[in-house]
């Protein structure tokens, strides 16, 4: 190196290094790891060449990581994961953190000298606005108390004829202080596991479903809703990324217009086919795309964002 750049030296750059301030502070890791873990997490420090700038001090030139933040920009976070993630974060956390890495590139990049725009807060994330909800309490819509309908027959029960091997049951949670649904899966070539909620509902005022879900699947599992409704059609939501334990109040929106259904011109093609009218639900079934994986889950009570 010393060849082609005179004074210059590769070094792994401390974390009070202004870069690690450039626009976010990542001084202090992010959420856990101590560098931002992009879409490959290799190297928990950063490489840099230093360069003197004939000022006494010696500036970074050259970034250096194995880490993938170019990947991790181009995660989208609603999408199935194709490959197993090596940190137990959301495909939204981990595009995050390959932004907050960006953006202190482009700012140190920069100089000193620059303009220094405040970074935007965590809040304007759209992806946790939308599928994660953040409001007061909502009432439970079903708190699996009644397992049976007026008929004897399961108001819950596992689905069989295209998914993988999976079994359901409900049980008493004592941490949660409530009934939960317990979900075990094999993995296998159909890719998901399903349960699916038998009573007819009317969602037609019903912004979002939400609930919690327990995850003992360790490179995490994407999970979406299906809709039947009775005229036959079916509508599914985009899926959310499940990490290992718990995850509170996973959302999802029914009023955006972006399901897939057979109802499409392509039929379960695309995202792209509003859920309505919503006022005749026979079934909701909870999808789990555990990739080929076993494991298990568990589901707290369901509730409607009005």
């Known amino acids: 190196m010393p060849d082609i750049i005179p004074g210059a030296k590769l070094v792994s750059l401390e974390m009070e290094h202004p870069f690690f301030k450039a626009c976010y502070d990542l001084s202090k ?25 004939g000022k006494q001090n010696a500036r970074a030139g050259i970034v250096y990581t194995r880490n993938d933040y170019a990947d991790g920009l181009e995660i989208d976070p609603r999408m199935d994961a194709g490959m197993k993630s090596l940190t137990d974060l959301t495909n939204a956390e981990m595009q995050e953190a390959s932004l907050r890495f960006g953006m202190n590139l482009i700012a140190y990049s920069m100089g000193p000298e620059a303009m220094r725009l405040p970074p935007p807060p965590d809040s304007v994330a759209a992806f946790e606005k939308v599928y994660r909800y953040n409001g007061p309490p909502l009432p439970a819509m079903d708190d699996f108390s009644i397992d049976r309908d007026q008929y004897q027959k399961p108001t819950w029960y596992a689905e069989t004829d295209w998914c993988n091997t999976t079994e359901m049951w409900i049980v008493d949670e004592a941490e949660e202080k409530g009934k939960v649904v317990g979900v075990r899966f094999n993995g296998g070539t159909k890719f998901k596991a399903a349960v699916t909620r038998n009573v007819p509902q009317d969602l037609s005022g019903s912004q979002a479903i939400v609930f919690d879900m327990f995850s003992s699947v360790g490179s995490g599992v994407n999970v979406a809703l299906l809709f039947t409704a009775k005229d036959g059609k079916a509508y599914e939501t985009r899926p959310v990324f499940v990490r290992p334990g718990w995850n509170r109040n996973l959302r999802f929106p029914l009023n955006l217009g972006d399901t897939k259904s057979s109802a499409s011109p392509q039929p379960w093609k695309e995202y792209d086919t509003p859920f309505e009218p919503r006022n005749s639900v026979e079934r909701m079934t909870v999808l789990i795309y555990n990739l080929g994986e076993s494991g298990a889950v568990k589901i707290g009570p369901i509730k409607s964002q009005k």
């Open 29 to 53: 890791g992010y959420k856990g790891f101590r560098v931002p873990p992009g879409d490959k997490y290799r190297q928990n420090y950063i490489e840099a060449v230093l360069i003197d700038d």
